[in-house]
Every structure is written in structure tokens, then in C-alpha cells.
């Protein structure tokens, strides 16, 4: 294949059509898209957890089919290394909250984490774990496919209040 490119461009429109179909017509397009994108996962990792470094390496090397299946699954790729860098990225916000995320485990591209401190029972941790946390790792994760969330018991609560920021005097134009 000379370039990906046309193929990705086409398969982006048929996407946007897709988006366009009746709930059900599209629901079930996903559903067989997702079920193709599970085979691909499974084969591909069985047969590369059995390849080393140096031989995953020249597979990809000059075969841009090989390096972008390999970057969209993840191949190579310690996937609980790259989860807990995409985690630290909105760790700051979750603690700012008096919340915690722990990552327990990455499997087929399916992060478990467990929510903890002020996340456990909060009525907006679904909205954290969608907004904040799914965003990370679809950025930082290769292969993302979904999250499992557990939380530590707690009585459902709103979410803490305002969090106070302490402003500071930018310097005057000059100043060094």
C-alpha cells in the first residue's frame, strides 16, 4: 500500500454517513465494527506477545500499514505505563476535589480504575470518568477501548464546593 491516506480519508466519510443513520441502523453498525475491532485486538496481541522488540520493530519499518495498525492497538506499548501517565494528567483536577483514581489493571485496551476520597458516592464521578479520565486516556492510551469503574462504598453526595485558586500580580511589561 503506497499511502494510507485515501484509504483513512474514505473510511472517515463512511464514518460521518454512518453517524447519520437511524439510531438502530447505526447502533448495530457499531456493534459489528466493535466486534470486528475485539478479533483484531485479540489476534493481534496474541501474535506479537509472542514476537520480541527488534522483530516488532522491523515489521514496522517502511510498511506504514504495519506501524499505524500497530500505533492504533497499542502494539508495543505498555499499556499500564501509558494509562497511569494519561491518570497523573487529570489526577491534579480529582485531587483538587479531595478525590483519588487508582488504576488496578489495563487488558484488550479496558482500563480499571477505582474511585476513591470524595469521587466514592459523588453524583458527578459519571461526568468526571466521561469528561476528565475517558478523555486522558483516549489521548494518551493507545487502543482505549472503555473504562470499569469501581468505587469505595459511600453515601451518594454532591460534588465538593468551589475550590479556592490564590491569584497573584502578574509582573509589569519589562519586568525580569
Given at each position: 500500500?503506497?499511502?494510507?491516506e485515501p484509504l483513512l480519508a474514505r473510511m472517515e466519510e463512511l464514518l460521518r454517513a454512518v453517524?447519520?443513520?437511524?439510531?438502530?441502523?447505526?447502533?448495530?453498525?457499531?456493534?459489528?465494527?466493535?466486534?470486528i475491532d475485539t478479533l483484531h485486538r485479540h489476534?493481534?496481541?496474541?501474535?506479537?506477545?509472542?514476537?520480541?522488540d527488534?522483530?516488532?520493530?522491523?515489521?514496522?519499518?517502511g510498511n506504514d500499514a504495519v506501524a499505524w495498525l500497530f500505533d492504533a492497538y497499542g502494539i508495543g506499548?505498555?499499556?499500564?505505563?501509558a494509562a497511569e501517565r494519561a491518570l497523573d494528567a487529570i489526577r491534579p483536577y480529582i485531587h483538587s476535589h479531595g478525590g483519588n483514581?487508582?488504576?488496578?489493571?489495563?487488558?484488550?485496551?479496558?482500563v480499571r480504575l477505582r474511585?476513591?476520597?470524595?469521587?466514592?458516592?459523588?453524583?458527578?464521578?459519571?461526568?468526571?470518568l466521561s469528561d476528565g479520565i475517558e478523555q486522558a486516556l483516549r489521548e494518551h492510551l493507545?487502543?482505549?477501548?472503555?473504562i470499569e469503574a469501581e468505587q469505595e462504598e459511600a453515601a451518594p453526595h454532591p460534588p465538593p464546593g468551589p475550590v479556592l485558586v490564590e491569584l497573584q500580580p502578574s509582573p509589569p511589561d519589562g519586568w525580569r
Amino acid at each position: 500500500m503506497d499511502s494510507l491516506e485515501p484509504l483513512l480519508a474514505r473510511m472517515e466519510e463512511l464514518l460521518r454517513a454512518v453517524e447519520g443513520l437511524a439510531d438502530g441502523d447505526r447502533a448495530m453498525v457499531f456493534e459489528l465494527l466493535d466486534g470486528i475491532d475485539t478479533l483484531h485486538r485479540h489476534a493481534l496481541t496474541s501474535l506479537t506477545s509472542q514476537l520480541d522488540d527488534d522483530t516488532l520493530a522491523s515489521l514496522c519499518d517502511g510498511n506504514d500499514a504495519v506501524a499505524w495498525l500497530f500505533d492504533a492497538y497499542g502494539i508495543g506499548v505498555d499499556a499500564h505505563e501509558a494509562a497511569e501517565r494519561a491518570l497523573d494528567a487529570i489526577r491534579p483536577y480529582i485531587h483538587s476535589h479531595g478525590g483519588n483514581v487508582e488504576l488496578l489493571d489495563v487488558t484488550d485496551g479496558v482500563v480499571r480504575l477505582r474511585l476513591a476520597g470524595a469521587c466514592a458516592g459523588c453524583t458527578a464521578s459519571a461526568m468526571t470518568l466521561s469528561d476528565g479520565i475517558e478523555q486522558a486516556l483516549r489521548e494518551h492510551l493507545p487502543g482505549f477501548v472503555g473504562i470499569e469503574a469501581e468505587q469505595e462504598e459511600a453515601a451518594p453526595h454532591p460534588p465538593p464546593g468551589p475550590v479556592l485558586v490564590e491569584l497573584q500580580p502578574s509582573p509589569p511589561d519589562g519586568w525580569r
